[in-house]
């Protein structure tokens, strides 16, 4: 007849066996149910197996604007002046506005070649300097309207930074 609790180290053997045998088996379980199931997605082409199409266009939806931070809208400035040019440089138009001159000014930069006559760059050039000139209103115009704000947009930055550029090549 065995002794009772005569080996103690027999309690860590049958504890360790029962935790970790337990933990191997399920992993290998749910091992196996993962597999099926990438197996299956794989099948019908990779895609979401339990989401129809309109819930899956409404999930990519949700991701894209979750993704994107609300931006708080600009405070008109209390000054009249100041809220008049802030009035102009945030009106759509104004955009429209300088992105056509923006396109008339690429294809400004479209006409040099490497054999035009002097009078040619003399015009040119010229052109260039009025264009240069109405961009840096615009920077000045927004920077005086939008104030601190003018710095919150990354395409403002770029501007400036094309600008300073621009007026550094002339």
Wanted: charged share 20%.
């Amino acid at each position: 007849q065995p002794m009772y609790e005569d080996n103690l180290y027999m309690y860590m053997y049958f504890v360790c066996f029962i935790i970790f045998g337990s933990f191997f088996t399920l992993n290998l379980f749910i091992g196996v149910i993962i597999d099926n199931f990438n197996q299956q997605k794989a099948k019908l082409g990779g895609t979401d197996i339990f989401m129809t199409e309109e819930q899956k266009k409404y999930y990519n939806a949700m991701k894209k604007l979750g993704s994107k931070k609300p931006q708080k809208p600009v405070p008109r400035p209390t000054n009249k002046f100041q809220g008049l040019v802030f009035d102009l440089v945030t009106h759509p138009f104004f955009d429209i506005f300088i992105m056509v001159l923006i396109c008339l000014f690429t294809l400004m930069m479209m006409v040099e070649t490497d054999d035009q006559s002097p009078e040619m760059e003399e015009i040119l050039y010229w052109v260039n300097f009025v264009f240069i000139m109405i961009f840096s209103t615009e920077c000045c115009l927004k920077i005086f309207a939008l104030r601190k704000h003018y710095c919150y947009d990354g395409w403002n930055i770029f501007d400036l930074v094309v600008i300073i550029f621009s007026i550094v090549g002339l």
